[in-house]
């Protein structure tokens, strides 16, 4: 069997055979490598992805897109029109800068789970809902953070996370922690 998938891959590209498996309404099971979507993805954890259009998205969600010949996983933040032309907005967790604007053509799909040894992440829970949506609002601003060093006192802290969240960090938790802190 080994022997069997060796010869395919050196007749076959890879990632156009992910790309085509996803484009034909595949749930696939891939294996991941990099440091970006840290600590959500580590280096060698597996993602199981799901194909998806671009108005099924949601803020936060993590996405999969062609990039030149290879794949991208980082999260979705928003869309933006450029020249009357929709492009989604994309950033690693762990990353500085966004990535330049993708086209909605590209998107192959998104990461439903997430597999590190005998454990399984669902980011389908609405734990993890949440969880993706207070990171994808808050990741321009905590990857400046972390890169710079920057100690954040708490005052300032808190009044980030009003202004971004429309709410004080100690009410939302109060709100919220039945959600956020069940399956921990």
């Known amino acids: 069997m080994e022997e069997l998938q060796e010869e395919f891959f050196r007749r076959h590209d890879y990632y156009q055979v992910i790309s085509l498996l996803l484009q034909k309404g595949e749930t696939i099971r891939i294996p991941l490598y990099g440091f970006c979507m840290r600590p959500i993805i580590q280096n060698g954890d597996e993602a199981t992805i799901i194909p998806t259009k671009p ?6 969600d993590i996405i ?4 030149e010949e290879r794949f991208k996983i980082h999260r979705f933040l928003r869309f933006t029109t450029i020249s009357d032309t929709l492009y989604l907005i994309t950033k690693g967790d762990r990353t500085i800068h966004f990535d330049p604007p993708v086209s909605p053509q590209l998107l192959l799909g998104k990461v439903t789970h997430v597999h590190r040894g005998n454990k399984t992440i669902n980011l389908e829970t609405l734990h993890q809902r ?3 949506l207070l990171l994808g609002r808050l ?3 905590l990857s400046v953070i972390e890169y710079k060093g920057l100690p954040l006192p708490r005052r300032c802290a808190s009044k980030s996370f009003r ?6 960090f100690r009410e939302f938790l109060r709100k919220h922690k039945n959600f956020l802190f069940k399956s921990l």
Do not use: A, E
Request: a positive charge; zero cysteines; aromatic letters at 10%.
């Open 130 to 132: 949440l969880l993706h």
């Open 163 to 168: 202004l971004v969240m429309g709410v004080g």
């Open 55 to 60: 108005g099924n998205l949601r803020r936060g």
């Open 64 to 67: 999969v897109y062609r990039n």
């Open 139 to 141: 990741s321009p601003f």
